[in-house]
């Protein structure tokens, strides 16, 4: 059996026998080093592969954070600066995504229950050791029960009875496999307690709805420290105890620092997993306290100042999307630690003893620094699996990481960020008019040209002083561009599955859907959409992770009441998501057996009542009575079917749910009744209306009839005037005309005067 607690420390004296030479030692070191060497040169070339293969996924990470940030990229950012719009970035990525880690973390780990189950199978095979117990309780020489008459009395009778000697009850198969499933699953949920479960879990959770992909690595073994004070009681002293104990723990790992099998579209078929740690010189030192470290790897890792890296360092482009950029780039080592197959030679090169059978592939855990290997172990699982389980918030068919809520919404919040900006570029130039000035006709008497509110122009006279200046307004555009920014939000919704419900905003769906009933659906309707996540999360997370647990007690762990041939049972889809509708079917349940006495006869009440208690996320310990006190209880009143008090709740109940139907109902009537008269209302109005214009166009056409005759007869009287005036002007023209002439003749006859 495979111990992951504990292995042998290589280090270059114990490695080889002590039966060989010095001459003889120093070949086989030289030989382990050139075959580490060898392992390292390998592990360093497939981690390159798989990191180049991850950083077109990594740039996509560093979108999706940039958009969660609500940041601009260097290039859109001077763009805009060219063009003098407006830089803002109006965030609704995060409320959408934060709303998602919310609601997915307060289903899949509540605080009154557990998001999985263990189970024995339908056919459940027990170990050795309790089918031994089955055994020991069937005693030799015991009769069976159920003895015909006749054969009592003979040997092995009780002769004060007749009866053959009492047989102990015989346990049961199933109630046996019951119990240590109850156990194992108690044992794997202390696990989880002590390793911080539901943190890691809300770690993983925020990872995949920004990002895409959460990873949690479990069973990991851990050197786990526990204190406790223990007094003496003759003397009164408390000394504290320190005990030191290998348990199997879980723990987030960094998507930024997951390198799995690019080649593998799932998990399942991965072949092998790189997992990097960036260390401090100090925290590559202390791995020499760690049990197995190849001591002499470990100092020419420290030695070698280059060639350590393999990946790029993210962290310094995250903390400029953060704005933290003052933090001095420091240089840390790699420590890659890779799962996955390992050849025989490799894993003994490394101080592992394997079984000499080619037949047999082995897969371990190697540390490297670098390309120097200073760590290798078998896989603790003889299942083989890798550490790892992968929760994508929405799968990717072609690779093991999915897509997160920033990436669904791109293309929304880029409309957003669009529309917004138009809006304010729309509402500065509309916001006053634009200036024309003629600088032929005025000049600034303080040679300035920014017009101020009391400024003095001289006039140049060159041009007419009223076209010296010309005032555009320029069309405001805000409702337009309002509209498409809802739309914009309204396809955020549609595209990212998740509604405004999720967020605590506003509702549709009519008058009924503020009622409680109204409520309680849209509710309901809310968390379908996230079902596919949770049932991600349960197939990704749980089933794999506490199957891993399984595995590990199945082996390692000495109790033996708690192995058995089980089943885990992912409750995050099952239970957990359909709370709210359970809750309600609680309560019709209670009405309807509290109304039927055949029902009531039927019904648990306790069982009843705690179910609903559960559902309100209520402690039940706290609020109601063990079955013991209330089996006192019951004998002690003498009472069948639900108690007084309770009846009297649920009549209650049943009351306070009739004034809350009637009111709905009666806030319908008022709606419709509001409607009805509103559009009564409206019509009588739009009567009115015609009415008055009918009135007003027939008031127009009239005083434009007369209007147009008193227009045609100042014109004719206008006419007849100059008419008149241009008779007088002929007139006159003609008779000087003929006074010319006659002045003419008279001269021309010798006359020097005309009369």
Avoid at 141 to 165: A, I, K, R, S, V
Avoid at 323 to 332: E, H, K, L, N
Avoid at 349 to 372: F, I, K, R, W
Wanted: with cysteine; glycine share 6%.
């Amino acid at each position: 059996m495979r111990n992951p607690a504990t292995a042998e420390r290589a280090d270059e004296q114990d490695t080889a026998p002590v039966e060989l030479d010095a001459d003889e030692r120093e070949a086989l070191r030289q030989q382990q080093e050139e075959e580490l060497n060898m392992l390292g040169t390998k592990l360093h070339r497939l981690a390159h592969e798989q990191v180049a293969a991850k950083e077109q996924i990594e740039t996509r990470w560093l979108e999706d954070l940039r958009q969660y940030n609500g940041k601009y990229t260097e290039d859109q950012l001077a763009r805009m600066r060219e063009k003098g719009g407006s830089q803002v970035f109006v965030n609704i990525t995060r409320n959408k995504t934060r709303a998602a880690i919310a609601r997915l973390s307060d289903m899949l780990l509540p605080n009154d229950d557990t998001n999985f189950g263990i189970k024995p199978t339908p056919v459940p095979a027990m170990s050795k050791q309790q089918g031994m117990m089955q055994a020991d309780a069937q005693q030799p020489g015991m009769m069976p029960q159920g003895m015909p008459p006749e054969m009592q009395g003979q040997p092995g009778m009780m002769p004060e009875q007749g009866m053959p000697p009492s047989q102990p009850e015989q346990p049961d198969p199933q109630a046996i496999a019951d119990e240590a499933a109850r156990q194992m699953q108690q044992q794997i949920e202390d696990d989880f307690a002590e390793s911080r479960y539901n943190a890691h879990t809300r770690d993983v959770i925020e990872d995949a709805c920004i990002l895409g992909t959460g990873i949690l690595k479990g069973p990991a073994i851990v050197n786990r420290t526990r204190r406790a004070w223990t007094t003496d009681p003759s003397t009164g002293q408390s000394v504290m105890e320190i005990q030191e104990e290998f348990r199997p723990a879980v723990e987030r790992v960094d998507p930024w620092d997951f390198f799995p099998d690019m080649s593998a579209a799932k998990m399942s078929e991965a072949e092998f997993v790189f997992e990097r740690k960036l260390l401090n010189r100090k925290q590559l030192r202390d791995l020499a306290d760690l049990p197995g470290v190849m001591l002499p790897q470990l100092r020419r890792a420290l030695e070698d100042k280059d060639g350590h890296h393999i990946s790029h360092d993210r962290r310094d482009e995250m903390r400029a999307i953060t704005g933290v950029d003052t933090v001095v780039s420091d240089a840390r080592y790699e420590l890659w630690e890779y799962w996955g197959p390992l050849d025989k030679e490799e894993l003994e090169a490394c101080g592992c003893d394997v079984d000499d059978d080619p037949l047999v592939e082995y897969t371990g855990c190697v540390l490297m620094v670098g390309n120097h290997v200073i760590k290798a172990a078998l896989n603790p699982l003889e299942t083989d699996d890798l550490p790892y389980s992968v929760f994508n918030w929405e799968e990717d068919s072609s690779t093991i990481f999915g897509f997160g809520v920033p990436y669904l919404m791109r293309q929304p919040q880029k409309v957003v960020n669009a529309a917004w900006r138009m809006m304010m570029d729309n509402a500065g130039l509309s916001a006053g008019p634009q200036i024309v000035v003629n600088k032929r006709a005025v000049q600034p008497k303080d040679g300035d040209w920014t017009i101020r509110s009391n400024k003095v122009w001289e006039y140049t006279g060159d041009a007419p002083i009223d076209q010296a200046f010309l005032s555009v307004q320029i069309q405001n555009n805000q409702a337009d561009m309002a509209a498409i920014f809802n739309m914009a939000q309204e396809l955020a919704d549609t595209e990212t599955n998740l509604p405004v419900l999720l967020q605590g905003e506003g509702m549709s769906g009519g008058p009924g859907a503020r009622t409680a009933t109204g409520m309680q659906m849209l509710m309901n309707n809310s968390n379908i959409v996230l079902r596919s996540a949770v049932k991600n999360f349960d197939d990704g997370i749980s089933v794999p992770t506490v199957r891993r647990f399984y595995d590990y007690h199945m082996m390692y762990t000495d109790r033996a009441e708690i192995k058995g041939d089980f089943d885990v049972v992912a409750k995050g889809t099952s239970v957990l998501i359909a709370r709210e509708e359970q809750q309600e079917k609680l309560m019709m349940l209670s009405q309807v057996a509290a109304n039927n006495p055949i029902f009531a006869e039927l019904t648990n009440w306790q069982g009843l009542y705690k179910e609903i208690l559960r559902t309100l996320q209520v402690p039940v310990d706290t609020v109601t009575y063990t079955d013991e006190e209330v089996e006192q209880r019951q004998q002690n009143q003498g009472q069948e079917g639900p108690p007084p008090e309770l009846q009297i709740k649920m009549q209650e109940l049943q009351l306070k749910q009739q004034e809350i139907q009637l009111k709905s109902q009666q806030q319908q009537f008022d709606q419709q009744y509001k409607a009805a008269q509103l559009q009564s209302d409206q019509e009588i109005a739009r009567q009115e209306m015609a009415i008055k214009y009918n009135m007003t166009m027939a008031q127009l056409e009239a005083k434009l009839g007369l209007d147009s005759q008193r227009l045609e007869m100042e014109m004719q009287k206008t006419a007849a005037q100059l008419q008149n005036q241009r008779d007088v002007k002929a007139a006159e023209l003609t008779e000087r005309q003929n006074d010319r002439m006659a002045r003419r003749d008279n001269m021309a006859q010798g006359y020097d005067s005309y009369g």
